[in-house]
């Protein structure tokens, strides 16, 4: 149990489809991340929530849309995606946004066909 | 901007060794270095936070270590055991609410 659970675990999806990742953390944390991990590639930084509010966008495409209901909820919506973008999406979550220690969910396993 | 190297990207030791896994980045202009673990299909776990003002911390049979000015960090891992299986990975910071540039970490595996 790492506090911050993302579901589905696995995700299959064609490139017309459009699902959601969500995200939930029970440690009281403010701050909210979205990562990418692709095979031999190091983590990429998403977007960064902190109180609700979106203060990064590392140069997403606009086919992934994040919200942020509260500081407990993040979701990322994907819509029209291509086969590149097959990846684990790690959520994690921090006291605050000054790099404090990040807690990572499991991920979710996304495959595009 | 900043890089993050990690060598090699694998390892096999035996049980009971003593350990290093190396870590380097370009800019020594850091604000903290953090290590993590990944086990296969699961997320990253924190394991060791340095600040830039400190030398290295230590956890259990973990010690990380932090040289700024070589743009430096090694993870010390000591009478190594199967459990310790798994993929490390660096990653610094360059300010406060800076993020993270995370290394493609290392691979170890520790044979009974």
């Known amino acids: 149990e790492t506090g911050v659970t993302q579901t589905p675990r696995h995700l299959v999806m064609g490139m017309t489809n459009k699902k959601s990742l969500k995200c939930e953390q029970h440690?009281?944390?403010?701050?909210m991340y979205w990562y990418k991990q692709s095979a031999k590639k190091p983590l990429e930084l998403m977007f960064v929530?902190?109180?609700?509010?979106?203060?990064e966008n590392n140069s997403v495409p606009s086919r992934f849309s994040p919200e942020c209901p509260n500081s407990s909820h993040l979701f990322l919506h994907l819509h029209t995606l291509q086969p590149e973008d097959s990846a684990l999406y790690l959520c994690?979550?921090?006291?605050?946004?000054?790099?404090?220690?990040?807690?990572f969910g499991n991920g979710t396993r996304l495959t595009v066909t | 901007k900043q890089e993050v190297t990690q060598i090699p990207a694998a390892l096999s030791v035996p049980e009971g060794e003593n350990l290093v896994l190396n870590c380097s980045f370009t800019?020594?202009?850091?604000?903290?270095l953090q290590w993590f673990r990944q086990d296969p299909g699961k997320g990253l776990t924190s394991l060791l936070l340095i600040q830039s003002s400190q030398r290295e911390q230590t956890s259990g049979r973990l010690n990380a270590s932090l040289d700024k000015s070589s743009g430096r960090s090694t993870l010390y891992i000591a009478a190594s055991q199967p459990g310790d299986s798994a993929t490390y990975l660096c990653?610094?910071?360059?300010?406060?609410?800076?993020?993270?540039?995370f290394g493609k970490g290392i691979t170890l595996s520790v044979r009974p």
């Open positions: 929530y902190n109180f609700k509010e979106q203060t």
């Open positions: 800019d020594s202009a850091i604000y903290n």
């Open positions: 994690a979550s921090s006291l605050q946004v000054d790099n404090s220690p990040l807690h």
């Open positions: 990653a610094v910071s360059s300010g406060a609410n800076s993020k993270l540039t």
């Open positions: 440690l009281g944390h403010n701050a």
